[in-house]
């Protein structure tokens, strides 16, 4: 008994990439060719480098002449490579080469991952297209937002930081597009690239300019609801 698990321990494991499970059907490749295809893997993963169909049939459900033809077919997709290889005594022979199947996994991720990018993007702005308009109470003309879609995709704003420097204008009283513009320029010149910097960035301005002496004119008791606030168009 301890014999036979030895022998089945040492037999081994092949690791199989998960993405090739969740994109075969999308690489146009069947059940009968994936089962193939982890069978080629498995032999060359042993050491046997080209695998003949017999010796692949007789580990599936298939004849060798049903093998053959799925070999070629994975050969004329593109999965399977046939290359020439020589051994330390100069001996040439070949063997089958499954790189080009993970070039395409590779690209069919990358690929998926992209568009879920850019369907997350999407959807960011037209919340960011809302927020304005609800913070300005009416929709947003043409030129307003030609300017929310020229900070994102010519200035590359993140859509946070256009909402922080939003919420830097109504807390300034100055809700107008010109105003929030000279705040994302301050930002980018001054390397402000995060919520938690914009924030402090604002912070200090307001504490400086709260700081600052009064005329021997203004009165000396300052409303408790007014907020203080750095005038960005005066830079």
Same mark, same amino acid.
């Given at each position: 008994?301890?014999? %036979?698990?030895?022998? +089945? /321990? !040492? ?39 080209f ?40 001996? @040439? ?10 070039e395409?996994? /590779? ?16 959807q ?23 300017t ?14 256009i ?6 204008? /109504? ?25 938690? !910097? ?7 301005? @307001?504490?400086?300019?709260? !700081?600052?002496?009064?005329? %021997? ?14 005038? +960005?168009?005066?830079?």
């Amino acid at each position: 008994m301890n014999k %036979n698990i030895i022998k +089945w /321990v !040492q037999e081994g494991n092949i690791t199989i990439p998960r993405a090739l499970l969740t994109y075969y059907k999308q690489l146009n490749i069947n059940e009968e060719e994936l089962v193939l295809l982890l069978h080629v893997f498995s032999f060359l993963e042993s050491g046997n480098d080209f695998p003949t169909p017999p010796e692949i049939s007789t580990r599936m459900t298939i004849s060798v002449s049903q093998c053959s033809e799925l070999l070629r077919k994975l050969i004329q997709k593109g999965f399977i490579t046939i290359e020439d290889g020589q051994s330390t005594d100069g001996i @040439r022979f070949e063997k089958y080469s499954i790189e080009p199947l993970w070039e395409k996994l /590779v690209q069919a991720f990358l690929l998926e991952q992209n568009q879920q990018q850019k369907e997350q993007n999407q959807q960011t702005e037209m919340n960011l297209y809302t927020i304005f308009e609800q913070e300005f109470g009416r929709p947003l003309s043409p030129f307003e937002c030609e300017t929310l879609g020229l900070w994102i995709d010519d200035d590359r704003h993140e859509p946070l930081i256009i909402k922080a420097a939003l919420r830097e204008a /109504v807390i300034s009283g100055k809700l107008n597009f010109r105003y929030i513009d000279r705040i994302l320029f301050e930002w980018k010149k001054n390397g402000i690239k995060t919520i938690e !910097q914009a924030k402090s960035y604002g912070n200090k301005f @307001r504490q400086h300019q709260s !700081q600052q002496p009064r005329a %021997n004119n203004e009165e000396q008791t300052p409303r408790k609801d007014a907020v203080p606030f750095y005038n +960005w168009l005066e830079q």
